[in-house]
């Protein structure tokens, strides 16, 4: 992933380009699924919650990326006084960084890996990416939910706070910036959230905010009252990954990495291709009912969350 993130820099043909950007794809889906499948095995061995935590770290992440890269970028401008090899140099020491951040946890991990392999001898054999049970199926819906309702947040925040609400430029980024905040925040609150409340709990309540958050920001005509809007959505979006992964990772009669998989295979496509969707919408009718058919995929996430709480309670 690090070397694959670096190399786009240092090419000029457009298809090298795309060769390039398929490889740093590629390398960030495996390590994602890696690493969630890592942290699930964890949360078994030690009985505690861990998963939220792991993923607020990557919205911390995130956010100190978005906010520290540009500075740095323009400090090494000045720094070598040639503007042009500024952002090359800067993906080098960040890929330089993230190899020795592997370096270092190599043992743990490897500990984690051994564990992997001996247990997979005992695995049944994996189904077919193509045949998911009835349950990852669910999960997969509700993934395609959360994952659109990220990716619009993504893309479509700050054009939404512009274009509709008429809030001035330089505020335009608040709504993304309010909403990646109160997400990393649940999610570090979330593991301790989870363990008294259930998971499935958290993630039904989770999407019942987002749907109030959504309503706030589609009714609002201000950019002030906005805001709060963005701030729920943050707040309810931010449980539903650490959970599906979580949940993913141990769906029955699949091996750990296969069910996790499958379903981050189609929430990246819901992620990259539902803002794309919510774009059509908007030129065919407006921004705020693209935002209402996000809305209404949070009611069907609601409804799916409610549905494996009924069954959950009936099994018991």
Known sequence: ???????????????????????????????????????????????????SACHGMWSLGAMLGSLISGLLILGLQTFLNNPNIAYPVYMI??????????????PGLRMIDADWVQEKKDDKPARSFLKPNRTLWILISICLCTFLTEGTMADWSAVYLHDVTHAPEAIA??????????????????????SRHG????????????????AIVILSGSPWITLPGFMLTGLGISLASPILYAAAAKVPDMPK????????????????????????VAKWFDLRVAFMCVMCSAL????????LLRRNHQSN
């Open 257 to 280: 990495g296969a069910g996790l998989a499958t379903m981050n295979t189609f929430g990246m496509a819901a992620f990259l291709g539902g803002p794309v969707l919510v774009g059509f």
């Open 1 to 51: 992933m690090a070397i694959g993130f670096a190399l786009p820099v240092f090419v000029s043909e457009v298809w090298v380009l795309g060769v390039t950007l398929v490889m740093a794809g590629s390398g960030f889906a495996f390590t994602n699924v890696a690493m969630n499948t890592c942290a699930s095995h964890l949360e078994q061995e030690s009985k505690l919650q861990i998963m």
């Open 173 to 194: 980024g608040w709504g993304f910036a309010v909403y990646a905040f109160f997400q990393a925040a649940g999610r570090f609150a979330g593991d301790l959230m989870i």
């Open 300 to 307: 069907v996430w609601v409804l799916q969350t409610s549905w």
């Open 93 to 106: 020491l960040l890929m330089i960084l993230v190899l020795g951040v592997s370096y270092a946890v190599a």
């Open 199 to 214: 998971a499935m709990q958290m993630l039904r309540s989770g999407g019942i905010l987002v749907i109030a958050g959504l």
